[in-house]
């Protein structure tokens, strides 16, 4: 919580400021709670954004498999990818190089690969489709300029309970030459 923001605890009557506390100092936990709010509340990554997958760990090369996970990919009206990088408290920081990693990489996606990582989080919701081509509806329905190029500039989103000064500096230095990024 910023010092200039107050926050109060409301009983009855009677309103006491609230102690600001970290998220793990509150017991939440990164995939348990923070991810799982984010799935739940996506707007939060920006205005009209349908969670594609989350814990994305597909990412092949030459060499084969790599284990990194995504946390959370997003596709936005506009038809841009939503990169969601997501940290408990304060931001390690290597996690604006972590972000940028991982929408280099998606940024080379296919609307098919994209269609299939929608398929393959989505199975087991109520409604899911069954089918790649049911998959690439929906997301076309949300997206419909959706095309391989619009693939090829995504978003970047960091959320995180507090910012260190170095991620916070090369945000706005990204921010400034043309990278879409926001904390």
Known sequence: MKRDELVY???GKSAK???PI???QAGFHERQHLQEWVLANPEILGDDVLVVTSEFDQWFSKDGRDPDRLDILGLGADSRLVVAELKRDLTPDFV???AINY???ASRFAVDQL???YLRFHRDRPGAMATSEEASAQLLGHAPGLTAETLRNPR???VAGDFS???TSAAVWLSERGIDISL
Do not use: G
Request: glycine residues 0%; without cysteine.
């Open 96 to 98: 604006t190089m972590q």
């Open 115 to 117: 269609a299939d990582a």
């Open 17 to 19: 400021a609230a102690v």
């Open 22 to 24: 970290s998220l793990s």
């Open 103 to 105: 929408a280099s990489r």
């Open 156 to 158: 970047i989103v960091i």
């Open 9 to 11: 605890a409301v009983e």
């Open 165 to 167: 000064l170095k991620v």
